[in-house]
Structures are given as structure tokens and as C-alpha cells.
């Protein structure tokens, strides 16, 4: 049961259940229709016109083969997969295999109403007159090797999250994963993702107002009492008492430190005293810090709660965007030294992260907008769609409005789960593809001193040179280098840093090569939401590019 494969009719959903599966588990999740469309280079309709239903099949048996070879997949396959014993019998082995049922009504209306979705193109079988009897008779004939499913779920009444939910709990219950061991918070609708780590999974919670409801959130966890809430002084000013009055609500004990806002607040000074202060109320390890702010706040309270009594609980409550898409996602804590940023830190995972997005309001423009660029980062590396959402919804976004924008961090959220959930050490090399931007990203903030732009900001520009970058190695599709450039612009982030002194940028990207090895590993991108890593980006080119972005 490594896998969760989806089969059903079009219109039941596979694609959009699929994908919720998958941040449900922490899971990758790949559409077998929308990797055949992505290698064919056309439309699923083309392919059936220009090249016939039998070459249809031959690259969608061979995308299913790859799919089913990986483990921890949700794969969504088309309708008619199934219907090739090679294909069945692969399914049947490599996964539970679920298919989604719906009466050939609910698939004739719902095929009748607007859809984005891949299945659209599967339509050339179900096109032309009397649809409602082609799918009764199309369906009728696959219905025997929809029997095969080892579990079925009729989503005629079911929103798409819920049906979602019963699928991962048909995995919980048929892989013996039982209810002795479910997935934290299933079937919470706030549940963004879970990060599976090699010492136990843990949920993300993203929603809108969930701080006044926090200490409900901590009872359900469960933690133990008391609570350690560490925050700074400008988060602390907005969100510290409410925080406290849900805490004391809930009948959660809890001791509070606050320190200065600000990046220097990273230092083992602070962590020293938050040691002592610790001590001093006989914490003990099974006790549980509550890391309250930005980035800032979870880097250092996740390197005291990792070291403190060789570790504590650990809780992040991220109120930056920065820290609710990135830092409080993937067990990286860290203070600074005055010879460099994060020197001293360790991977530590937190028990439970809960994002509270409506805290977002009093988040600093400037701060908002950087933060934006890491999220976007995700879409380009591995979500087409999320790229899209942003594109469609940039005013909504930038507007904060809560549904939308919940969304959309829930969804980025989820990448950076999936990514850590793969690779949580850093070690397999996938965790290298959330590098995309940051290798001139890095150079600009270090060679400018830190002092003109934030992380997110030298990020995007970062971006902008990676993209022109693999546009010159024809990795990079002009139209995503477009498309990308227009999308960073409306999200107000910087394109270019004219005027910057070239040679003290490069000095820094060489410092940085130099602590990565002996090749310059560059993300870049094949096209949208599909990232890969280059070793063999020219010095020169890299030259060139930055020259242009410097102009
Ligand atoms: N561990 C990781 O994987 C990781 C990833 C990204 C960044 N980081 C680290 O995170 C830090 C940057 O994060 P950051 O930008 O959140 O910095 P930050 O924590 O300093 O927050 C920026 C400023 O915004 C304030 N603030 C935060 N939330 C607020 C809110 N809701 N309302 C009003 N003010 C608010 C803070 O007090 C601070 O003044 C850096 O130290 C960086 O190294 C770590
Ligand atoms: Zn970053």
C-alpha cells in the first residue's frame, strides 16, 4: 500500500480529490492526463484526433508505469486506464486503488458545467449528441474493471474534501495504519498538509481566526501542560493577550517570554537566556515552547526547544507569511554568529504548526509582499496549477481576502511539506529544488550588505536570473520567463537590482559555491511547475545574466 491510485469516470473528481489526498498525507501527487498532455505537447482531444486512441494509450500505459514506480504517490489515472489488463494489474499492485463513483446523471451535469480540469480533454469519447446515453453506455462497459477497486467512494452527495477525507481514511483503515495510528487532525478542514519525518508525522493547520481558537487546537494535539510562549515584542503586541486568554480558556497553563523584535534577536545571547529562564521554571522535556511571531521567533525558539534538555515540544505559530509558507515548515532552526547567518542550528521538527492567516492584517507591507515571493516559488517549482491560482487571484491576494487567500497558503504550505516530507535532511537532493532564486538570491542579499533586500526580495530577482538563465540553455521556456517576470511585477517584488556592484555579488556567489562543493548547483526551470537541478551552467553565462539584471 505505498501508493494511493485513483480510478472512476471523468467528472467524479480524480483529479481535484487527488490532489487534496495528497496534501492530506504529505503525499506527491501526479494526473496521469496531465503528464501525457505535458509530454505530447498538445491536448488530450489532439492526440485522439491527430495520432488515434491507440497512441493515446500507449503513452498514457508507459506515464502510469513510471507513476506506479515511485512510493508515497496519490496518482490520478484517467478514465479509461483501467481498462488494459497490464494497466489494471499494475494498479492493483503498486497501490491501494480507489475509484470514485458517480451515477452517469451527476457525471452528465457536472460535465455539463464550466471545468478546468485535465478530464476535460478525455471528452472526445463522451462528445456530441445525446451525452447523457454515451456516458451510461461508455460507463456501463467499464463498470467490471471499476469492480476491481479495492475500495469505492460515491461522491454523488459529497463535497470534494470530504470524499478526499474518506479516501485517506479507507488508506488508514486498509493499510493497517488503523485507528491506533491516524493522521493527526484528519479530516480537519484546516489541515493544509502533514510532514511526514522520520520521527513522527506531523499536521499544518492554516486558517483564518485560528489563534483565538488556539487553545482548543493545543487540547485536541494533545500537548502536555504547562506552555512556553516565546514571542517578540511587535507580535506580542498584536496577538500576545488574545493568545494567553485562549490558552487560559482551555485551561492551559503558560509562562511568557518576550524578547526584542528583529533579526539580531537571532543570537546565542538570547538563546542563553531563554535557557535560564527556562530553567528557572523547571522545564522539563516533555513540556511544550510555543514559538509565536516570524521567522525570527520560530528559527530561535526551534533551536532552544531542539537543545534545551537535548529537546522539548515544539509548537510554531507563524504570524509572517515568511514564516507560514517556509520557516515553520521543515525542521531548519538557527541563530546567527557575527562571521554568518544560521551558522549554529539543528533540524528539529515541530509537533504541530498552526497558521493563522487573519494575522497577516498587521503584517508589514513590505514583509507581506516578500513572502509572496517564496510562495510563488513553490507554485513555479512544482505546481502549475497554484501558478495559475495566482495569476487569476493576484488582486484578491494582494487584498488579503480570506478565502483566497487561506487557499493559496494552504497550498504552498502543503509543497513545502511534501518537499521536506521526501528529503528531510537535505540529503536525497530533492530539498535542493526549494533553492530555486537563491543562488543569486543569496549573493545579492550578502553582497549588498543585507541592507537593501529582504530575503524574498533578492529571491525574486534571484528568479528572474535563473529563468534567463535556462531561457539561454534552452531549458527554459520564453513564455514561463514571461510569464513569471509579469507575475513578480504584480506582486510588487523587484525584477532587477540596477546599480548593484557586480564584483562583490559574484565574490559572495563564489563564498557560497565554495561551502556547496566544487559545482554551482543551479534550480531552473523546464517549464511551469516543473523545476530541475544543473550543474553545468556556464560561469560566464551566469555573468552575463547577472550583468543585465545589474544594468
Ligand atoms: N528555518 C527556515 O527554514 C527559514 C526559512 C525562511 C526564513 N527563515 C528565517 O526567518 C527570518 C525571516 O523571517 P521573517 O521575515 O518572518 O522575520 P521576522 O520574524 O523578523 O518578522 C519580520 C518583522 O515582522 C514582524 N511581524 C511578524 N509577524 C507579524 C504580524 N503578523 N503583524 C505585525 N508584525 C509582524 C516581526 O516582529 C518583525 O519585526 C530570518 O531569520 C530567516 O533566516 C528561516
Ligand atoms: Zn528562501
Same mark, same amino acid.
Given at each position: 500500500m505505498n501508493n494511493i491510485i485513483l480510478t472512476g469516470f471523468s467528472g467524479t473528481g480524480k483529479t481535484q480529490v487527488g490532489r487534496a489526498v495528497a496534501r492530506l498525507l504529505g503525499w506527491e501527487f501526479l494526473d496521469t492526463d496531465e503528464e501525457v498532455v505535458r509530454r505530447a505537447g498538445k491536448p488530450i482531444a489532439r492526440i485522439f484526433a491527430e495520432e488515434g486512441e491507440a497512441? @493515446?494509450?500507449?503513452?498514457?500505459?508507459?506515464?502510469?508505469?513510471?507513476?506506479?514506480?515511485?512510493?508515497?504517490?496519490?496518482?490520478?489515472?484517467?478514465?479509461? /486506464? %483501467?481498462?488494459?489488463?497490464?494497466?489494471?494489474?499494475?494498479?492493483?499492485?503498486?497501490?491501494?486503488?480507489?475509484?470514485?463513483?458517480?451515477?452517469?446523471?451527476?457525471?452528465?451535469?457536472?460535465?455539463?458545467?464550466?471545468?478546468?480540469?485535465?478530464?476535460?480533454?478525455?471528452?472526445?469519447?463522451?462528445?456530441?449528441?445525446?451525452?447523457?446515453?454515451?456516458?451510461?453506455?461508455?460507463?456501463?462497459?467499464?463498470? /467490471?474493471?471499476?469492480?476491481?477497486?479495492?475500495?469505492?467512494?460515491?461522491? #454523488?452527495?459529497l463535497p470534494l474534501e470530504e470524499v478526499a477525507q474518506e479516501?485517506?481514511?479507507?488508506?488508514?483503515?486498509?493499510?493497517?495504519?488503523?485507528?491506533?495510528?491516524?493522521?493527526? @487532525?484528519?479530516?480537519?478542514?484546516?489541515?493544509?498538509?502533514?510532514?511526514?519525518?522520520?520521527? *513522527?508525522?506531523?499536521?499544518?493547520?492554516?486558517?483564518? #481566526?485560528?489563534?483565538?481558537?488556539?487553545?482548543?487546537?493545543?487540547?485536541?494535539?494533545?500537548?502536555? #501542560?504547562?506552555?512556553y510562549l516565546v514571542s517578540d515584542s511587535r507580535v506580542f503586541e498584536h496577538y500576545g493577550r488574545p493568545v494567553q486568554q485562549a490558552l487560559q480558556e482551555a485551561e492551559i497553563p503558560c509562562h511568557t517570554f518576550v524578547f526584542p523584535a528583529g533579526e539580531t534577536s537571532k543570537s546565542l545571547e538570547l538563546a542563553s537566556s531563554l535557557y535560564g529562564w527556562l530553567a528557572e521554571r523547571r522545564a522539563q522535556r516533555g513540556h511544550t515552547l510555543l514559538a509565536l511571531g516570524g521567522g525570527v521567533v520560530t528559527d530561535l525558539v526551534g533551536f532552544v526547544a531542539a537543545t534545551y534538555n537535548r529537546g522539548m515540544h515544539l509548537v510554531h505559530l507563524p504570524t509572517s507569511l515568511t514564516a507560514m509558507v517556509d520557516?515553520?515548515?521543515?525542521?531548519?532552526?538557527?541563530?546567527?554568529?557575527?562571521q554568518a547567518k544560521n551558522l549554529v542550528g539543528a533540524f528539529y521538527q515541530p509537533r504541530l504548526v498552526v497558521a493563522d492567516v487573519a494575522t497577516l492584517k498587521t503584517l508589514p507591507q513590505r514583509e507581506l509582499l516578500e513572502g509572496w515571493a517564496e510562495a510563488i516559488k513553490h507554485a513555479l517549482i512544482l505546481d502549475a496549477d497554484l501558478f495559475h491560482t495566482f495569476e487569476e487571484g493576484t488582486e484578491l491576494l494582494l487584498a488579503l481576502a480570506?478565502?483566497?487567500?487561506?487557499?493559496?497558503?494552504?497550498?504552498?504550505?502543503? %509543497?513545502?511539506?511534501?518537499?521536506?516530507?521526501? #528529503?528531510? *535532511?537535505?540529503?536525497?537532493?530533492?530539498?535542493?529544488?526549494?533553492?530555486?532564486?537563491?543562488?543569486?538570491?543569496?549573493?545579492?542579499?550578502?553582497?549588498?550588505?543585507?541592507?537593501? @533586500?529582504?530575503?524574498?526580495?533578492?529571491?525574486?530577482?534571484?528568479?528572474?536570473?535563473?529563468a534567463h538563465i535556462g531561457q539561454r540553455l534552452g531549458v527554459t521556456p520564453p513564455e514561463v520567463v514571461e510569464r513569471q517576470d509579469a507575475l513578480l511585477r504584480r506582486f510588487q517584488l523587484p525584477v532587477r537590482c540596477p546599480g548593484v556592484d557586480l564584483g562583490t555579488v559574484e565574490e559572495a556567489m563564489a563564498l557560497d559555491k565554495k561551502a556547496l562543493g566544487p559545482s554551482l548547483r543551479w534550480v531552473l526551470l523546464e517549464s511551469l511547475g516543473h523545476a530541475v537541478v544543473r550543474a553545468d551552467v556556464p560561469a560566464s553565462l551566469a555573468h552575463e545574466v547577472l550583468a543585465e539584471l545589474a544594468r
Open positions: 497512441s @493515446f494509450r500507449a503513452l498514457e500505459g508507459t506515464v502510469l508505469q513510471e507513476a506506479c514506480a515511485g512510493d508515497r504517490r496519490v496518482i490520478a489515472t484517467g478514465g479509461g /486506464a %483501467i481498462m488494459d489488463p497490464a494497466n489494471q494489474a499494475l494498479m492493483e499492485a503498486r497501490g491501494l486503488l480507489v475509484c470514485l463513483e458517480a451515477r452517469a446523471e451527476t457525471i452528465h451535469t457536472r460535465l455539463g458545467g464550466p471545468q478546468r480540469s485535465p478530464e476535460e480533454e478525455v471528452r472526445p469519447l463522451l462528445e456530441g449528441p445525446e451525452r447523457l446515453e454515451r456516458v451510461q453506455l461508455l460507463k456501463g462497459r467499464r463498470q /467490471a474493471a471499476y469492480a476491481r477497486a479495492h475500495w469505492t467512494v460515491h461522491t #454523488d452527495r479516501v485517506v481514511r479507507a488508506w488508514q483503515y486498509l493499510s493497517g495504519r488503523g485507528p491506533g495510528e491516524p493522521v493527526p @487532525f484528519a479530516g480537519d478542514a484546516d489541515l493544509a498538509a502533514v510532514v511526514e519525518t522520520s520521527s *513522527r508525522p506531523y499536521p499544518v493547520l492554516v486558517g483564518w #481566526d485560528l489563534l483565538s481558537r488556539i487553545g482548543e487546537i493545543l487540547g485536541k494535539a494533545p500537548i502536555a #501542560d504547562p506552555v520557516a515553520a515548515i521543515g525542521g531548519k532552526t538557527a541563530v546567527n554568529l557575527p480570506p478565502e483566497p487567500t487561506t487557499q493559496v497558503i494552504r497550498r504552498s504550505v502543503a %509543497i513545502k511539506a511534501h518537499v521536506v516530507s521526501q #528529503d528531510e *535532511r537535505e540529503t536525497t537532493g530533492y530539498r535542493t529544488l526549494l533553492n530555486y532564486g537563491h543562488t543569486i538570491g543569496h549573493a545579492l542579499e550578502a553582497g549588498t550588505g543585507y541592507g537593501r @533586500f529582504l530575503h524574498g526580495e533578492a529571491v525574486a530577482v534571484g528568479m528572474v536570473g535563473a
